[in-house]
């Protein structure tokens, strides 16, 4: 973080966390990149930047081409293996264990949240920790998946029952989980302060959550870095780096 400059408004969602009655953080794509997970729009490094989503990760695609699906998701499965939460995870995991957020709620897949130590998470996209048989219901482990992968000659990992299995994540073309859904909003109606971080707050439904929370007389503040449709009625806007943003704002309170 270029200290100098971010320091005022570090001090001011500080101020923003510190007299809220309930805070709670909505995260993107943008809060793993420290990671080293590439987020999905960026130009030159986004995973969408060479391969058109709705051929490789809609429903439709699952359903009819299975193995073209999978051999991006495999690809997706295995960069995600290795990889570890940073300071931005670990900074939302201290404001929890302090009492100063009620909760995260992810758009994230990536398990990143769970493996800092966040308790009460809220993964409104799924997550790739399962996946599920559409035919008959069986849902498997994420270890299993992958021997399961690399054993099958196309490729698919397939349940016993001998069908495609499909990772346990919204794809496009698909609703998001009900529950998961409605448990957000319910979280931001109740809170005072919104803190969204590493998101663009541009992919529905998620997107209408700063929206609900403006219209309920809350504040929403945002870490990340390039603009959102929210920038101008957001109490405070930190476009540095979000693990030294975070890392700050942990050492500010």
């Not at 319910?186 to 929370?213: F, H, M, N, R, T």
């Amino acid at each position: 973080m270029a200290g100098q400059v971010a320091a005022p408004e570090v001090a001011v969602l500080a101020a923003l966390i510190r007299s809220a009655g309930s805070a709670v953080a909505l995260t993107g794509a943008g809060i793993s990149v420290p990671s080293g997970i590439p987020d999905f729009r960026s130009p030159g490094t986004g995973i969408w930047e060479n391969v058109d989503p709705m051929e490789v990760a809609h429903i439709d695609a699952f359903r009819s081409d299975p193995a073209r699906f999978w051999s991006f998701y495999g690809r997706r499965f295995a960069s995600l293996r290795d990889k570890r939460p940073n300071g931005a995870h670990e900074a939302l995991v201290e404001l929890e264990r302090r009492g100063l957020i009620e909760a995260v709620i992810t758009q994230n897949i990536d398990q990143l949240h769970r493996k800092a130590g966040t308790e009460d998470l809220i993964e409104v996209h799924g997550t790739i920790a399962t996946s599920s048989c559409l035919v008959c219901g069986a849902g498997y482990e994420l270890d299993d998946v992958r021997q399961r992968l690399r054993a099958d000659s196309d490729g698919v990992p397939r349940c016993d029952c001998g069908e495609a299995l499909k990772p346990d994540v919204v794809l496009f073309g698909e609703l998001l989980p009900e529950h998961a859904l409605r448990r957000a909003q319910q979280l931001v109606v109740d809170a005072d302060v919104l803190l969204c971080v590493g998101s663009s707050l541009e992919v529905y439904p998620i997107a209408q959550l700063p929206s609900i929370a403006l219209e309920t007389g809350a504040s929403v503040a945002i870490v990340t870095k390039g603009p959102t449709p929210y920038d101008r009625e957001a109490a405070v806007k930190l476009d540095g780096d979000v693990e030294a943003e975070l890392q700050a704002l942990v050492a500010a309170l």
